[in-house]
Each structure stands twice: as structure tokens, then as C-alpha cells.
């Protein structure tokens, strides 16, 4: 069974700073998606990863993919307020529906001047 | 092109009556999944439709069923409704092989059971 772990949970930033927020998970799967949630809203897709060594970058963010580690990572450069929000890895799984994501729980990202 | 709409927004139901939540998919997507999301977790798996046959299945009840329409909007209904199906119910939509480009969620259901 496939299961997915993000960590941290929380996350306070100051703007400027860099930090990482890490994704693991227990077995192998096809593709590895990155999304943004605000509050009561819904979701936004940020990176899709579909290799090993996949790397995407858009703005202050950047994902990467080491499917021999069972890792991905989103990177956040020089935080700033806006980007205060929560962040969900989510994978699918290997002869599972293509519908059928795994989330993890989730990493609430608190960007402070 | 326009995005995935769900209907309603909020919703108050009590306990052990039944509700409909709606999804009408992103124009020329023709799979659906449905998400259950407790408050501070991520979303749940709860089944997806493919050309109106269910197509996969997570850990929910019976209680907890699905239609797709051929016009591949969607319909999920919750009987016998438990405080516990308090939630916000995502729906996604996606077409063959968008899978590699991401889904397409709504904007969501919030789901009070009192």
C-alpha cells in the first residue's frame, strides 16, 4: 500500500529565507504531483514529475524527483508572503486508477516579514 | 475553456439524512474522481467514473455513491450522513493521458453534518 509522508507539517518562514519541504513515500509509483491550497479553497496543481532526477522550477519554487530514494522535494527560495499557504505531495499508484492520488497530509507554510 | 464548477458551495445537513454534491467536469475531460478532505489532512480517494462506469474505489462505504452523466458531469450522493462526513469534497476532472499534466480540481463542497 502506498503511502505518502511530508515533512514538515508546519513551516514558519521569514520572507528572504530558503527552506525545503520534503516528500517521501513507501513504494513505487509513476508520477508525483506538487499542489497549493489556500485556505477553504481548493487545489492548485504546481509541478507534475514523471522521472527520476525530474526537476521543475517555476518562480520561487522548485521540485525535484529521486525515485531510488522514494523522495521529492519543493524548494522555496526567498520566501515571500505570498506563497503562505498549504503544500500537498500527492502520487498515483502503479496499476491503480488513473484518478486514485495519494495526498499526504500536508505541509502549512507560514511566511512572516 | 472552462474549469470544473461545483455545486453548492456550502452545505448544512443533519445527521442520517442524504446529500447530493455536483460536479460538471472541464470541457472535453471525460474522467471524474471524487475527494473527501477532513479538516488539516489531505484530500481521500473516494472513486472515480470513466465514461459513466465507476473505476476505481478507496476505502468508503457503501453509503458513499456516484453517478456520471454522458455528458461526464457528476453527482456524488452520501446516505445516512454520520458527523463524521464533515468535510470538503473535491471533485477532479481529467481526460486520457492528462493524468501526466495534473488534474483539474473544483473549487470544493463544504459539508456540515450537525
Known amino acids: 500500500e502506498l503511502k505518502v509522508e511530508q515533512n514538515p507539517l508546519f513551516l514558519s518562514m521569514q520572507e528572504g529565507k530558503n527552506y525545503t519541504i520534503y516528500c517521501n513515500y513507501s513504494?513505487?509509483?509513476?508520477?508525483l504531483y506538487w499542489y497549493r491550497q489556500d485556505p477553504g479553497k481548493s487545489l492548485e496543481s504546481l509541478f507534475v514529475?514523471?522521472?527520476?532526477?525530474a526537476v521543475k522550477q517555476e518562480g520561487r519554487l522548485m521540485a525535484s524527483l529521486d525515485t531510488k530514494a522514494r523522495l521529492s522535494t519543493l524548494h522555496i527560495t526567498a520566501a515571500v508572503h505570498d506563497l503562505s499557504a498549504t503544500y500537498f505531495c500527492?502520487?498515483?499508484?502503479?496499476?491503480?486508477?488513473?484518478?486514485?492520488?495519494?495526498f499526504g497530509k500536508g505541509t502549512k507554510l507560514s511566511v512572516k516579514p | 475553456e472552462t474549469g470544473v464548477t461545483q455545486s453548492p458551495t456550502h452545505l448544512i445537513k443533519t445527521r442520517g439524512q442524504q446529500v447530493t454534491l455536483r460536479c460538471s467536469s472541464q470541457?472535453?475531460?471525460?474522467?471524474v474522481s471524487w475527494y473527501q478532505q477532513a479538516l488539516g489532512q489531505g484530500p481521500q480517494f473516494i472513486f472515480q467514473?470513466?465514461?459513466?462506469?465507476?473505476?476505481g474505489r478507496g476505502n468508503f462505504p457503501p453509503r458513499f455513491s456516484g453517478l456520471q452523466f454522458p455528458n461526464y458531469s457528476s453527482e456524488l450522493n452520501v446516505n445516512a450522513l454520520e458527523l463524521d462526513d464533515s468535510a470538503l469534497y473535491l471533485c477532479?476532472?481529467?481526460?486520457?493521458?492528462?493524468?501526466?499534466?495534473?488534474?483539474?480540481f473544483g473549487s470544493g463542497t463544504r459539508l456540515t453534518v450537525v
Open positions: 513504494t513505487t509509483s509513476d508520477r
Open positions: 477532479a476532472s481529467s481526460s486520457p493521458g492528462q493524468g501526466a499534466h495534473g488534474y483539474t
Open positions: 467514473y470513466y465514461r459513466e462506469e465507476e473505476n
Open positions: 514529475l514523471l522521472s527520476n532526477g
Open positions: 500527492a502520487l498515483s499508484q502503479v496499476g491503480g486508477s488513473q484518478g486514485n492520488l495519494i
Open positions: 470541457s472535453g475531460h471525460n474522467t
